[in-house]
């Protein structure tokens, strides 16, 4: 199993201010990824962080908004940039111990930007 | 990329009713496939996953089935609980795309 040390939990944010999230695991993990759920909604893969190589991102995320970084096997951040109150939501990190195996979730950050 | 559709959106069922919950994909080379529980303000928790090389699996209460040729798996839960009661979502890989969920209401 992995534990994931994610924060902030919440913060508030002025539009066009960034903010950096952290996800810190216990363990050595494979894959680790970055979504967004919005309340009542599912989970929506914003990308793939990568060890030592650029983000993989999904359709409709970009590297300019969402600057992702991965300088290890336990560590990631996710940076939301330029923010808006459309990006008001909460942001998930995951990760994979071994591919195909159970992937564990950080707590979450709750963002609202004002 | 990856598309996983889930139905149903909502379901109410009795307490000690079986509850189904149905997934399809689009991927063919997806070869893992969880499902999650969430609890209101809580992180999605692992209930039950399967492989493609397995048909079916079962832990207690809960049992997955997947059929690999229509591209579908389904989530069974037998006599259900309240605490049964939250959402549930089906995620395939490669990359864990994730269903749209299913809010389980168990009324007691």
């Known amino acids: 199993s992995a534990v994931i040390s994610q924060k902030p939990s919440r913060d508030i944010c002025q539009r066009g201010t960034s903010l950096t999230i952290q996800c810190q695991v216990d363990s050595q993990v494979t894959m680790m990824f970055w979504y967004r759920q919005q309340p009542g909604q599912s989970l929506t893969l914003i990308a793939t962080a990568n060890q030592g190589s650029e983000a993989t991102y999904e359709s409709g995320f970009v590297i300019d908004k969402f600057p992702i970084s991965r300088p290890n096997l336990t560590f990631s951040t996710l940076t939301v940039s330029n923010m808006s109150p459309e990006d008001s939501s909460i942001y998930l990190c995951?990760?994979?111990?071994?591919?195909?195996?159970?992937?564990?979730f950080g707590q979450g950050t709750r963002l609202t930007v004002v | 990329g990856e598309n996983v559709e889930q139905h149903p959106s909502t379901l109410s069922v009795q307490e000690g009713d079986s509850a189904v919950i149905k997934c399809t994909y689009s991927d063919s080379a997806s070869n893992y496939f969880p499902w999650y529980k969430q609890e209101l303000g809580k992180r999605p928790q692992l209930i039950i996953d399967?492989?493609?090389?397995?048909g079916e699996k079962k832990d207690q209460r809960i049992a997955v089935t997947l059929n690999k040729t229509a591209k579908h798996f389904s989530l069974h839960i037998t006599e259900t609980q309240p605490e049964d009661s939250a959402v549930y979502f089906c995620?395939?890989?490669?990359?864990?795309?994730f269903g749209k969920g299913t809010m389980l209401l168990v009324s007691p």
């Open positions: 399967i492989r493609s090389n397995v």
């Open positions: 995951s990760a994979w111990t071994d591919m195909n195996t159970e992937a564990f």
């Open positions: 995620a395939a890989s490669p990359t864990l795309t």
